[in-house]
């Protein structure tokens, strides 16, 4: 059947936005960047120097939106309900892509369906902090203490599940000593009750403790690290006192909301990539005691189940769930 010329008319205009949109290259509009912490911290700052590189990159604004709160599952939540078009971004950690899935029962997002993986992006290394109250000069002197006082030696954390907390039942079951457990509502009362004396120890991030450190507020006394840091060459690392397999620094990876097609994740890659080797990234990074940590997507799923499987043990041994 031959249309009326008149019906031409109309359907063109109705089909033309159609065509333009489908012809507009990615990315024609701009990104958003979720940061699961409040503005200001140390990973607020990594965010926006992310969304920087980014930025430039892709020729289109990154923008920062903080939604913190619960340990990132408030942000990862909303996130992972938003749409797989490469317009929303998430500087996702630890506690969102391994830690919640064993510290919740029923958790209301899936970190490996939700997010497509773009590359990991910093790290930050933990620290064994100790009060200096505490009769112990270093590491072997520690657990001696701690093992001649049973449920006498007390170590904080930001709270129940968190990466301190899970890093700290590490140190404290190779320590023995049955050490008591003491969470704190986030990671600023817990060094605060550390220095004053409430607690005797903490493995914590440097960023929280290092200025203490450099005081004398603070002792201490091991790097979870495979070497020394620059930042405190004095500290020596847990392996030098015989203790394997510490190191477990805190890391941050780049993830896009949804399952993104792949010629958009290969431009995200891209940028990811070119912000995390910029020498001017490592350096501003440094000014919050953190490196770049680059990571391969294509090594990432093998990245991932290292992680998982070594966590889901220690969220079990600390008897860490949160339902």
């Known amino acids: ?75 990862a939540e909303y996130a992972s309900r938003l749409p797989g078009d490469g317009y929303t971004l998430l500087l996702a950690t630890q506690a969102t892509q391994v830690f919640n899935k064993y510290l919740y029962s029923r958790l209301s997002y899936d970190p490996d369906r939700d997010f497509t993986p773009l590359g990991t992006v910093a ?38 599940g968190s990466g301190m907390h899970l890093a700290t039942h590490i140190f404290a079951a190779i320590a023995g000593g049955d050490m008591v457990h003491v969470p704190y509502r986030g990671a600023g009362p817990a060094v605060t009750g550390l220095v004053a004396g409430e607690i005797q120890l903490m493995v914590d991030l440097v960023p929280n403790s290092l200025a203490l450190v450099r005081s004398g507020q603070l002792k201490a006394f091991a790097v979870g690290l495979p070497q020394r840091t620059p930042l405190m060459p004095d500290v020596p690392t847990f392996g030098e006192f015989g203790i394997t397999d510490f190191d477990i620094p ?29 020498s001017v990234f490592a350096e501003r990074l440094a000014t919050v005691v953190a490196e770049p940590m680059r990571t391969p997507r294509a090594q990432i799923p093998a990245f991932l189940a290292r992680e998982n499987t070594r966590w889901e043990q220690i969220v079990r041994s600390a008897n860490a769930r949160l339902d």
Do not use: H
């Not at 993830?255 to 990539?273: K, Q």
């Open 123 to 160: 790290s930050v290394a933990y620290i064994l902090a100790v009060n200096p109250q505490v009769p112990a000069s270093n590491v072997t002197e520690l657990i001696a203490y701690a093992r001649a006082n049973p449920g006498k030696v007390n170590y904080g954390s930001s709270g129940m």
């Open 250 to 278: 805190s890391w941050f990876m780049l993830v896009a909301a949804g399952r993104v097609p792949d010629e958009i994740t290969t431009r995200l890659v891209a940028a990811c990539d070119a912000a995390v080797g910029d």
């Open 1 to 75: 059947m031959k249309l009326p010329r008149r019906a031409f008319v109309v359907a063109a205009p109705l089909l033309a936005p159609a065509i333009l949109y489908a012809q507009t290259p990615w990315p024609n509009r701009p990104l958003r960047l979720i940061v699961p912490f409040p503005p200001g911290g140390a990973s607020d700052l990594l965010g926006r120097l992310m969304a920087e590189r980014l930025t430039g990159s892709l020729g289109q604004p990154v923008v920062v939106e903080n939604r913190g709160g619960a340990g990132g599952l408030i942000a």
